[in-house]
């Protein structure tokens, strides 16, 4: 806020004044004078709209204040600020957001949730802009909206362990006979941990019997309480186990079983996904965010300490837990020509194992943005 000097106000009181004198005058020289009608701006409010869909934003900031487009230009200005929706599960792809977060303004609205059922009906519904979510979830929904859902980038490569309160399991044979706690049915966990087990010749709920919990906490109390001695858990949660049992071991990487298949593909666990709507509309939005989240995930993984502080401030979990978890927490922000080299592959073999893990079909190549 500017102040005023006295002589400035006493200026422009001397200014008011005589302005009212010339007003007095012109009305006692008979018939009042027209009063121009005040035209309104071509653009509405030149000085701050921003053109939409153009990356030439910096130097269309420049010129907007001189002049408004014309009519027929291609360009046009969009004076509604955007408010991006984001939405992240409590884990790594919510670990990978944090520096974005605590930097964001009023450009966006974040929620952190703890399971991909309550993002999903948002996303579709139009609730929500962006959602990170598991890969395979991302292709259901662009099945069951005819395509209404995008990827934008991948979040999280594989994150999931098999923990054990013992030492009997050395080898994905040894899991026979066991009962497993694990919580992600109906996403990466379980098509993953589905398709490792037969790749191994084991059939999910004959050989091994799998015991689904909604949440991964579920899981790591049913360790803590005896009422499970083997978990599958992702990355922060084994952190969190390993804090409460001190002789709860990391059996198996399923991502080091699923590279010894060698079956030209990568273990994926997470993606950012959007509303095509949204994307078509905001694209300038769009590529902000990208950039954002790609800065956020390389100051993440460069500062784990710094982010475990803020992992912790967002209630995502203890920032002690967080920062001896994010070594392996495999958070990358992998997008445009490189998304659509890797995430395909995955999609593929769990396609050819479980149609309906990826909606019944494999995504067309509209799903793979900016490839």
Known sequence: MKFLDMQTIERNAALFLAALLLIFLSGCGGAPAETPEKSAPESGVAD???????SDTAESA???????????????????????????????TAMGLVKLMSNAG?????????????????????????????????????????????TLAVNTLGVLYIVENGN????????????????GKGSTPEYALYYLLRQNGLEPDIDV???????????VTALATGNATVA??????????QNQLEDLRVALDLTREWDALNNGSTLITGVAAARRA??????????????????????????????AALIGAADIVPAPVAEKALPYCNIVCVRGPELAA??????????????????????ESDFYYGA
């Not at 200005?77 to 992240?88: E, S």
């Open 48 to 54: 701050t709209a921003e053109p939409a869909g153009t």
């Open 62 to 92: 420049e010129t907007s204040d001189a002049a408004a487009p014309d009519d027929g230009e291609a360009q046009l200005l969009d004076a509604d600020p955007v408010t991006v929706r984001v939405a992240a599960l409590k884990g790594p």
């Open 106 to 150: 009023d450009g966006y609205e974040f929620t952190l949730a703890a399971s991909p059922d309550e993002v999903a009906p948002r996303l579709i519904q139009g609730e929500l802009d962006i959602a990170c979510i598991p890969a395979n979830l991302a292709a259901v929904l662009y099945n069951r909206t005819g395509g209404e859902i995008v």
């Open 168 to 183: 009997a399991i050395q080898s994905m044979e040894d899991l026979r006979g066991m009962t497993i706690a694990a919580s």
């Open 209 to 219: 019997t799998i015991d689904w919990k909604s949440e991964h906490s579920e899981c």
């Open 232 to 241: 599958l858990l992702p990355q922060p949660f084994v952190t969190v186990a």
């Open 278 to 307: 949204f994307v078509d509309e905001h694209p300038a939005a769009v590529a902000q965010f990208l950039d954002e989240y790609a800065d956020s995930v390389a100051w993440v993984n460069a500062n784990p300490a710094d982010a």
């Open 342 to 363: 890797i995430l395909p592959g995955y999609l593929s073999v769990l396609h050819d194992a479980a149609p309906d893990s990826v909606g019944g079909a494999l995504p």
